[in-house]
C-alpha cells in the first residue's frame, strides 16, 4: 500500500477576510467583501497538497459552525480530512484588508479537554502505519501541554513514521527534543529555539540545531530570501524570483508541503526544494489564505536557483 502524507492542525481556525477601503474612528466602514477561508498550518499544507495534484490528509480538532464550515470548504476543495471533533466552536481570526494595510485580530479559541486529547492521540495511532509522513503543524491550543508534539513524535518514530515539525515557542522547543525526522522553522522560530539573534551566522545556527536534536532535514524559510536547507550534512540555498506579494500567509506552509510531497514521490533533494521554493512565491502571490495555485508554482519553476554549498 502507498505511503500516505499527513497532517496535524491542533489549533485550526476560520480565517474571515473583510476587505474595505479604509478604517475610520467613530465612523461606518463600508466592507466590499467578505471571503472565509480554512486556515490552520496543517489544514494549508494539505490544501497546496491538494492544489499541486498531491495525496494528504488533514486531521485537526474541528467543532461548532465554524469547524463545519471549514469541513465544507475542504470538501469544495477536495481535500481529504479526518475530524477529531470538539464539544466547542472553533476559532475565528478576523482579517480586514485595506489600502493602507492589513489588521489582524485572532478570537479566542476552545480549551482542549483531555477526553479530546485522548481521542485525537488515538485516531493519529489507528491511522498511521510504517512508512508514512506525519506533519506536526502549528500552535497548541489552551488546555493541551506543550510537550504533545514531543510525545507524539515520539510515539510515531516507534511506528517507523517520518516526521517533520513547525511550530513555535514552547511546543516548537520541546517537540525537537524527539527528535523528528525534519524541522521548518523561520528565521524568527529558529531564534527563538536557540534564545539568540543569528544574523549573519545563519549556517552555524542551522547546523548547530541539528547535531543538538538529531534533526535530519532543516528547512528554514526566510521570505523574500527564499530558504537554506540542511539535508543530512549538505546544505543548500534556495533562491526565489521576486513575485507581487498580495499575502505572505501560507507561503511557508506551501514550501512544506510542496517539499514533503515530492520527497514521498522519490524526487531528489534538489528537485523538491526547487518546488518548494516555487509553491512558497506562488502562495504570496493570492489575496487571503488562498495559498498557492498550480499553474502559478509551475511558471516559477525554472526561475527557482538551488544551489549545493
Known sequence: MKNVIFTLTLNPALDRFLYANRLVQDDTVRIRQVRD???GKGIDVSRAINELDGHSVAISFLG???GREIEEMLDEEGVVYATVRS????????LVETDEGQYRMSLPGPRISEREIEKLCKTVDVLLREGDTLLLCGSVPEGVDPSIYRKICSNMKEKSVSVYLDSDKEPFAEGVKA?????????HELQRLLGREVEDRTEEAVREVASKYSVE???LTMGARGAMALVNGELYTVRVPKVPVKSAVGAGDSFLGAYCMHRESGASVEESLRMAGAASSAAVMTPGTEL???EDVLELLSKV???LR
Open 87 to 94: 464539544e466547542f466552536e472553533t476559532r475565528m481570526n478576523i
Open 37 to 39: 477561508y480554512p486556515a
Open 64 to 66: 461548532g459552525h465554524n
Open 217 to 219: 532535514e532543516i528547512l
Open 292 to 294: 498557492c495555485r498550480k
Open 179 to 187: 527528535s523528528p525526522k525534519g524541522i521548518k522553522p523561520n528565521t
Open 305 to 307: 536557483e538551488v544551489t
